[in-house]
């Protein structure tokens, strides 16, 4: 199975911007999709962004729209989050997940369609 391990996270400033990094084991990570959840103390597991296996289709929720952006590079075993003008509610620990091509079908917003999660990392932004 595929080991995912983030980095990245930190303290930054509100309007400030950071990039995350997810490493991934093994050569078979161009044939996973990938997203971005994060999640504070007592909530559920926020999506945050995802990417298909090529890289060609994107999806962000609303409320990071405009501001974080992900990409993958395959040759790298690695996807990013690009978080620019960072805002308070932005701080939460964020996790990276992999999503086995097959079976096919499902939504990359949801979190129970991902087979593997990293461990976390946490981004915290202050006024």
């Known amino acids: 199975q595929v080991q995912l391990v983030e980095s990245g996270g930190g303290l930054v400033q509100a309007g400030g911007s950071l990039r995350l990094s997810c490493a991934a084991s093994?050569?078979?990570?161009?044939?996973?999709?990938m997203g971005w959840f994060r999640q504070t103390p007592g909530k559920e597991r926020e999506f945050v962004a995802a990417?298909?296996?090529?890289?060609?289709?994107?999806y962000n929720t609303d409320s990071v729209k405009g501001r974080f952006t992900i990409s993958r590079d395959n040759a790298k075993y690695t996807v990013y989050l690009q978080m620019n003008s960072l805002k308070l509610e932005d701080t939460a620990v964020y996790y990276c997940?992999?999503?086995?091509?097959?079976?096919?079908?499902?939504?990359?917003?949801?979190?129970?369609?991902?087979?593997?999660w990293g461990q976390g990392t946490q981004v915290s932004v202050s006024s």
């Open positions: 093994g050569r078979a990570f161009s044939s996973y999709a």
């Open positions: 997940a992999a999503k086995e091509l097959r079976p096919r079908g499902g939504n990359l917003r949801t979190a129970d369609e991902y087979n593997y």
């Open positions: 990417i298909n296996w090529g890289g060609g289709t994107t």
